[in-house]
Every structure is written in structure tokens, then in C-alpha cells.
């Protein structure tokens, strides 16, 4: 009973607060996150444009019109460490929906972060990197199936030993309603889609 008398009351760490935002250029999307987080914010999600989403550059014909019009455009290393000036990502949760770009986005925020002076294992945050679902609802994938579904798993296999603290992966599937599955069809979609994932991530010689 004493014992209990004198433990110390601990509350929960809140929860992260984040508005998923991103629009035209790298600096005008850097404006808002830094603004919002001086507002109280306590981490960021990231949206990109379509073509960020699927792989063109925003000089690229097919990329014309759609640059910095649903999410953010991001090309390089240069565009990506504009989107986080003076960000410390090292104290940071970030959320990046991307699918399909998803390890050559990770890669640049990892680059960036690394030039920041944080190391790589403490950082934390998200990459949607749900292809699969990309294929039954969005359309916004780059490469065929298989080779697509290879590219998550090692997203998987890398974070889960070099940036332990990441989520690689985030099965969504509100999308799938939006294409007209029903609820049933929607979770049973769902949980096939993580079950093809967790498969190809067992059946890798690096998975131990």
C-alpha cells in the first residue's frame, strides 16, 4: 500500500498531431510545416503530386500540369531538403505518403536527416508503401507487380535493421472503398494484402 502511495503518476505521451499537407514547391510547403509546428503541431505528413507519386520528373511532358497541384513535387535531394529546412528531423515524426517512390523517397529524407546530424536509427515516422493497393484502387504504381512488391519488402528488411524506429509499411485501405469495395471487400482486400507482404518478407534470405 505504501508503495503504491509514493509511485510517481505518469501520463501518457500524447498522441502525434499532424495535418497531412504539402503543395507546389518544396520552400512554400517548408513555410507551412514550419508554421504549423509553431502552432503546436507535433509532426508532419507529407503529400506529394502525382508525378513525385509516379516517378516523372516535373519537366516530364506527362508530368505537365499535375507539378505541385495535389501534394508536394519533389525530385531530388535539393527539393527535399528545402522541404525540411530548419525541421530537426532527428526530434521529428514524419508520415510520407508514397507508394510506389516509396524507397527513393525515404532514401532522400534519410540523406537529408543525415546531413542534419541525426543518426539514421533514431528516426521516426512512416512510408504508406502499400503498392498492392495502389494496383486494385489508385493506379499510381511504376513497375509490374512483382518486382513492385520486391521493392517493399526491402524497404521492410532495411528500416527494420537500420532505422528500427520507422514504420515501412502501412496497409490502407480506405481506398479500396473508394473504388467501390464494400466493408466485407474492403478488410478481406486488406488483410490478403498484408498477409502477400509478410510472405515475400519471410520468403527473403536476409529475413531473419
Known amino acids: 500500500m505504501g508503495e503504491q502511495?509514493?509511485?510517481?503518476a505518469q501520463r501518457d505521451k500524447p498522441w502525434i498531431i499532424r495535418t497531412y499537407a504539402g503543395h507546389s514547391t518544396a520552400a512554400d510547403s517548408n513555410a507551412l510545416y514550419r508554421k504549423n509546428l509553431a502552432k503546436g503541431q507535433t509532426g508532419l505528413s507529407v503529400a506529394f503530386d502525382l508525378p513525385t507519386q509516379?516517378?516523372?520528373?516535373?519537366?516530364?511532358?506527362?508530368?505537365?500540369?499535375?507539378?505541385?497541384?495535389?501534394?508536394v513535387s519533389i525530385a531530388h535531394l535539393?527539393?527535399?531538403?528545402?522541404?525540411?529546412?530548419?525541421?530537426?528531423?532527428?526530434?521529428?515524426?514524419?508520415?510520407?505518403?508514397?507508394?510506389?517512390?516509396?524507397?527513393?523517397?525515404?532514401?532522400?529524407?534519410?540523406?537529408?536527416?543525415?546531413?542534419?546530424?541525426?543518426?539514421i536509427a533514431a528516426l521516426q515516422g512512416t512510408t504508406q508503401n502499400d503498392i498492392i493497393k495502389e494496383y486494385l484502387s489508385r493506379g499510381t504504381y511504376v513497375f509490374p507487380?512483382?518486382?513492385?512488391?520486391?521493392?517493399?519488402?526491402?524497404?521492410?528488411?532495411?528500416?527494420?535493421?537500420h532505422v528500427p524506429k520507422w514504420n515501412p509499411m502501412n496497409v490502407c485501405s480506405y481506398h479500396l472503398q473508394e473504388a467501390g469495395?464494400?466493408?466485407?471487400?474492403?478488410?478481406?482486400?486488406?488483410?490478403?494484402?498484408?498477409?502477400?507482404v509478410l510472405d515475400t518478407v519471410r520468403a527473403d534470405p536476409d529475413f531473419d
Open 145 to 161: 507487380p512483382a518486382p513492385s512488391l520486391r521493392l517493399t519488402k526491402d524497404v521492410i528488411l532495411f528500416t527494420t535493421k
Open 181 to 196: 469495395a464494400t466493408p466485407v471487400q474492403e478488410l478481406s482486400y486488406a488483410l490478403a494484402i498484408a498477409i502477400a
Open 78 to 119: 535539393g527539393d527535399m531538403r528545402t522541404l525540411f529546412r530548419d525541421i530537426p528531423l532527428a526530434q521529428m515524426n514524419t508520415s510520407m505518403t508514397i507508394n510506389a517512390t516509396a524507397p527513393w523517397l525515404l532514401a532522400l529524407y534519410l540523406a537529408v536527416a543525415e546531413e542534419q546530424g541525426a543518426p
Open 54 to 71: 509516379t516517378g516523372y520528373d516535373p519537366d516530364h511532358e506527362l508530368a505537365r500540369g499535375e507539378v505541385g497541384k495535389v501534394g
Open 5 to 8: 502511495a509514493t509511485r510517481t
